[in-house]
């Protein structure tokens, strides 16, 4: 398994942050364009892709549900405006808990946000606020990233005052993927050696084309010059979907999946130690026709194993152009294997 890494937000008591109070860094930009850029049109120097972007990142003072009555629960991150109508996309892990928000916009106006959408296993979320005159980044839904290139990450760490800060670094890899504290795998991200402190989730990640290719999530904490963002590729087809549904659409597989985590095990007396608890499974639907049950623990899909439900999503829309999957078990007899069809919104994603 991946080494489990730290999400950046200065989300105290929960996170481990430095800071008691947040104002989070939103800025998101919403492109139109969807061609790809070559690197010789990536031409911008810093300066010109900080003043082209730096007016769309905003900051975020959090207040949640404290763990108890003597203590206060506050966080800090970043995020980026994307959209002039005032929709801000940021991680989900900064507004986990959240009973009130502040949004900071680059001018100093300070107005209240609220969640309109959110999804844990992308960490991603989706803020609403109203006010005037708001610049919206420019997102590149297909960045065509080379590893060494030059990246710019804008944010809010350390809830520091002043606005926001500019750090830069290259592309050192793509296509990563780490598991999280609460026992999730973030896939498709981009690793990138820019400075990146805690604050930084919700911040854009831009190249010197002056438009966002990805959102800063998480760091490594046992090491040095390594963060990691989500990729705008992976990300940019769910935004319009959070925007309308207030929800990422993923199809129906006729059964609720669940992390298996030690919770779950002792909640209803598991065997298994790892793998995605089948519940709630539907037998007038193909994978309750099949013969999945409740209670049955999937462990892989089509042999790649699964830990927790991202990886299980994952390996569904990786499982390529064949008309079923296969899954591995640990039902209530033992181990066994089902062969069920693939589920016809799963293709059309692929």
Not at 257 to 276: K, N, Y
Request: glycine fraction near 10%.
């Amino acid at each position: 398994m991946a080494e489990v890494m730290l999400p950046l937000s200065a989300k105290c008591l929960v996170l481990g942050c430095t800071s008691l109070i947040t104002f989070s860094a939103f800025g998101s930009a919403y492109a139109a364009a969807n061609g790809s850029l070559t690197s010789s049109e990536k031409t911008l120097s810093v300066p010109a892709v900080v003043a082209k972007v730096r007016s769309s990142v905003v900051t975020i003072l959090t207040r949640g549900v404290p763990a108890s009555p003597s203590q206060t629960q506050s966080g800090s991150g970043s995020g980026v405006i994307i959209d002039d109508s005032g929709y801000i996309l940021t991680n989900n892990h900064l507004v986990t808990g959240v009973k009130s928000m502040v949004v900071g916009l680059s001018t100093g106006r300070l107005t209240p946000g609220r969640v309109v959408a959110r999804d844990f296993l992308l960490d991603l979320a989706l803020v609403k606020i109203n006010a005037q005159d708001l610049v919206s980044a420019t997102l590149h839904p297909k960045p065509d990233l080379e590893i060494g290139e030059s990246v710019v990450a804008i944010g809010n760490p350390l809830a520091l005052k002043g606005g926001s800060t500019v750090t830069v670094g290259v592309v050192s890899a793509l296509d990563r993927s780490v598991l999280t504290p609460d026992g999730e795998t973030l896939y498709d991200l981009i690793q990138t050696d820019a400075a990146i402190n805690p604050g930084n989730s919700g911040g854009p990640l831009v190249d010197l084309s002056g438009r966002v290719v990805g959102i800063n999530v998480i760091i490594a904490p046992s090491a040095q010059a390594i963060s990691y963002a989500l990729s705008m590729e992976a990300i940019f087809p769910h935004i319009q979907s959070m925007m309308v549904r207030g929800s990422i659409y993923r199809p129906d597989l006729g059964f609720t999946p669940v992390t298996v985590t030690p919770s779950i095990m002792a909640s209803f007396g598991l065997d298994g130690e790892r793998g995605v608890l089948a519940l709630q499974v539907d037998s007038a639907k193909p994978a309750g026709l099949g013969g999945l049950q409740n209670g049955d623990i999937i462990t892989a899909v089509d042999q790649h194993q699964v830990f927790n439900i991202g990886d299980f999503w994952h390996a569904l829309l990786r499982s390529g152009d064949q008309p079923t999957v296969q899954l591995t078990l640990h039902g209530k007899s033992g181990p066994a294997t089902l062969q069920l069809p693939k589920p016809a919104a799963l293709k059309a994603a692929q």
